[in-house]
């Protein structure tokens, strides 16, 4: 999906067995929006709400139906997402079976993650591209699904501020980057996006 909206996609197989290949996408201009196909939603369903966050960032609209698998996951994950996007400013239209997303500019706001992990990765994800401060709520599920996200994240932020004083493309940095041991829910749940202007709670908070 990201290919169709003119991203560049490499991807580098794992020497180990079982894993999934890893993809390093990148942009050499701003990407577009697109109608996503239909027959590749089931094949990228988990991936939807980081999705969402790359059609905010992108030019013009994307349009996603026959999802309505989303409805069901661990949030309503169409409703939450059109909520959040709409928390920071982006134009959205919540539909039964998907969502329209218009790219803009995305500010601040307070982000209630209905205790979904993807859901909140992907809000953490937007805020580096946002242009204010993004507080997220209810982030400890994330490190059931994805323990290294927090210096995930705050290696990623480090790469755009170098490159951005630097005036330089982004490139990708190797390593191996794991957390100390000892570094557990509590955490994540403190400092999970506390680096690129991003601040966590972990209190529940519902979305009318």
Known sequence: MLALMGAEIRVEPHDQPGRNRSGHPRARERAAGIRVPEHLVPLSIDEFPVFFIAAAAARGETLVTGASEL???????LA??????GQLGIECELLADGIRI?????????????????????????????RDTIEIDDVANVATSFRDFRHWLRLRAWILRRA??????????????????GSGKGTVSRSLAGRCGCICSTAVRSIA
């Open 71 to 77: 409805r069901v996951k661990e949030s309503d994950r």
């Open 80 to 85: 939450v997402m059109a909520a959040g996007l």
């Open 102 to 130: 218009q790219g803009g500019a995305m500010g601040g706001g307070r982000i209630d993650s209905h205790g979904d992990h993807r859901i909140a990765m992907a809000f953490a994800v937007a805020s580096l591209a946002a």
């Open 164 to 181: 951005h004083e630097r005036g330089a493309p982004v490139e990708r940095a190797r390593g191996d980057h794991r957390w100390p041991s």
